[in-house]
């Protein structure tokens, strides 16, 4: 089993700044990746960005293009969102995921290829 947990979330202005943590923790060896997806007020999930564990360029939705940094930090198993000049559009739960069984290379916004899910963190930007 693998447990991910997300931290960071929380009210920032427009323009701000913020930094999601995700850390997953249990049988983590075979991970392949992690990606950041989000859900605003009656929308569908949707996919912002995804790193491979092993290298490679990340993977970002044009939403988050040129905002939004994902990084990792293999050592402490943690995944960030580094969410720069954030829109009121960006507010929504912010969700981490882990991958075992696919590559990141592999649809990485797909959320059927990802195998694990945290709970989510609230984002809240305020215009």
């Known amino acids: 089993q693998v447990q991910l947990v997300e931290s960071g979330g929380g009210l920032v202005q427009a323009g701000g700044s913020l930094r999601l943590s995700c850390t997953a923790s249990?049988?983590?060896?075979?991970?392949?990746?992690m990606g950041w997806f989000r859900q605003g007020p009656g929308q569908e999930r949707e996919f912002v960005a995804a790193?491979?564990?092993?290298?490679?360029?990340?993977y970002y939705a044009d939403s988050a293009k040129g905002r939004f940094t994902i990084s990792r930090d293999n050592a402490k198993n943690t995944v960030y969102l580094q969410m720069n000049s954030p829109l009121p559009e960006d507010t929504a739960v912010y969700y981490c995921a882990a991958r075992f069984q696919w590559t990141i290379a592999q649809q990485p916004g797909n959320p059927k290829r990802y195998d694990y899910w945290g709970q989510g963190t609230q984002v809240t930007v305020s215009s």
């Open positions: 790193i491979s564990w092993g290298g490679g360029s990340p």
């Open positions: 249990g049988r983590t060896s075979s991970m392949y990746g």
